[in-house]
Structures are given as C-alpha cells and as structure tokens.
C-alpha cells in the first residue's frame, strides 16, 4: 500500500499545507473583502464598479484556498475537525452564508436595473462584513483553544462568542479593509485612487492598535505562549517578527502620506499580514486543537495522508499557476465600465 511515513513526517507535511492554504486564502481573499467592507463608503457610484471590477477576476478562484485548507483538515486530521466544528458550527456557517451573499452580488449587480442595485451593494456589503468579522471570531476561538474532554467538544454552543473573539474579529475586519484599500490604490486611479489613500490611512491607525493589543494578550492565553516568546534564547531570534510589523506600518504610512506610491503600500500590508501570520504559527505550532491535540495526534493513517498528498502534489502546481496567470492577465487599472 502507497505509504510515505518512512521517507517523511506526513502529519508535518500536511499541517504545512494546511497551514500555507490558509494563508493564501486570508491574502488573496482578505483584498477582494476588504473591498467590499469598503464599498458602501466609496464616493460615487463609478467608483463603487471600479473597486468591483478591479476584484472580478480573482474572488472566485481565492476560494480554492478555503477549500483546501478545509477540505485537508476533514481528510487529514479528522479527530481535530470533529472537534473544532461542533465548536465554531455557527461562526463558519454565517460566514459561508457571508460568501454566499456577496458572490450573488457579482452576478446580479452587473445586470440589475439602477433603481434595484442598492440591493446587491448592500449584499456585497454586508456579506463581505460579515464573511470577515467570523474569520476573525474563528481565528480568536483557535487562538484560546477548545474545550475538549476525551476527543470530543465539551462546551457549549455559544462559547465562540467571548470577548477575546470579538476582538480578533474585528481586528480581522480592520485588517482586510487595509489590504482592500492599498488594493484600490494599485489597481484605480484619480477620484478612486485618492479615496482609497484616505481610506487607508484610517485603517493603517487601527490595524496598528489591534495588533498591538492582540499582541500583548496572545503570550497570556496560555503559558507555554508565554514561555516560547519570552524564554531565552528564543526572544532574540522571534523579535524581528515585531520588529519587521512596526517596520511595515512605517513605511507603508510614508507611502500613503507621500502619494506617489502605488504598488508597495499593497505589497508592505501583505508582508505585515504575513508576519502576523508567522507569529500565530509560531506560538500555535504543534497544536492543531489548542492546546490538547497536536498534529501528530489528530492525523489519519499513514496510508490516507500519502494517497491525498499524491493528488496535492499535483493539484497545487496547477492552483498556483492559475492564481498566477489570473494576476498577469488582469494586470494594470480597472475601468468603471461593465465588463464581468
């Protein structure tokens, strides 16, 4: 029977790509939200269908990334999923809902009678909202951890919904309003471009503040944390993490300030985006069910992993070469004119 436990460590390989799925779905994803968090505040109505025309191209192949990610956490570490969704039924479930609403507004908008398309702004609005603030409540409830006993749930089923949570969801909103926004400033101009300088600098001030204040909390959820970023000698070799951020937020508020810059304030929001990523995977790794499961043991058997990874190894490649060509193909200013 195909089996690679002897070559690698599957359970390692897998949380890596499970991992790395995520975060190309928060960055691909986290702009096309961001901008629908911000269409409502847009200044004119050919604004609002440059924003949407400039993320047309990509939304709904970002999905893919959600896809896998989920997908390999059912396949691969089944003992975590049966845990991890019983507790976030509802949050995940209002955000697919979330994604729903605001993929229906593409189609619809497009081609609905003037006096009928505040409906579909106002689904692409909120359904991008409320898509963003249950990622952030998801991320908030992992960073915390579960309530298991034996390999179950054992909490209750509005446990999701506490104030560390509510927090990260916000943050998270701010977060992709940022990504949004350099996103308009490289892919719009004139009226539109200005806007979205504006609208960044607003969101830089915040996004600075969350991460501060997310950043103080996470060592104190729990004290290995604690102990894996303020032990020595680890402190020396993770301080460039918040370092590299305070670097990023500087620079990018240069940029925004200075208003020649177009596309290093998207690509610095990324950055900052992956270096707090980095961060939580550092203090969350080994842990996929905090802090009572690790990779090791929640993973299927050596056979399952194997087959599965054969079908990635291919599939990626492809993934990441699609992602690519749509970039390159839809490079350059977006045009308020109806082309989805």
């Not at 976030?88 to 609403?101: E, K, R, S």
Request: hydrophobic share 55%; aromatic share 16%.
């Amino acid at each position: 029977m195909l089996d690679f436990s002897t070559w690698i460590d599957l359970p390692l390989v897998w949380g890596l790509l499970i991992a790395t799925a995520v975060l190309m779905y928060v960055l691909l994803d986290g702009f096309d939200l961001g901008v629908g968090i911000l269409f409502p505040f847009a200044p004119s109505h050919d604004c609002r269908s440059r924003m949407m025309n400039s993320i047309a191209p990509f939304w709904d192949g970002n999905e893919t990334w959600l896809v896998l990610g989920g997908g390999g956490l059912f396949a691969v570490f089944p003992v975590a999923y049966s845990i991890i969704m019983p507790a976030l039924y509802m949050p995940v479930i209002l955000m697919l809902l979330g994604l729903i609403f605001r993929g229906v507004a593409f189609e619809f908008r497009f081609k609905t009678k003037p006096e009928k398309r505040w409906i579909w702004d106002s689904s692409f609005h909120f359904g991008s909202l409320l898509a963003a603030v249950m990622q952030g409540i998801i991320l908030g409830n992992f960073v915390q951890g579960i309530d298991v006993e034996g390999r179950s749930f054992a909490g209750g089923p509005l446990d999701w919904a506490n104030g560390f949570s509510l927090l990260t969801g916000v943050a998270i909103v701010f977060g992709y309003a940022l990504l949004g926004a350099t996103w308009l400033v490289m892919k719009t101009e004139d009226l539109t471009q200005k806007w979205a300088r504006l609208a960044a600098k607003y969101n830089l001030i915040f996004v600075a503040f969350f991460m501060g204040i997310i950043s103080i909390c996470m060592p104190f959820v729990d004290p290995r944390i604690y102990d894996l970023w303020f032990s020595f000698p680890n402190i020396l070799y993770l301080a460039p993490i918040p370092l590299l951020a305070m670097a990023c937020i500087v620079i990018i508020a240069r940029d925004l300030q200075g208003g020649t810059a177009e596309y290093r304030p998207f690509l610095l929001s990324v950055a900052l985006f992956l270096l707090a990523y980095i961060g939580f995977a550092v203090g969350m790794f080994p842990w996929i069910v905090p802090f009572e499961l690790t990779i090791w043991d929640a993973a299927a058997a050596p056979t399952s992993q194997s087959l599965l990874l054969v079908g990635t190894v291919f599939f990626l490649p492809l993934i990441l070469a699609y992602t690519a060509f749509c970039f390159y193909t839809f490079h350059g200013k977006s045009s308020h004119e109806t082309m989805y």
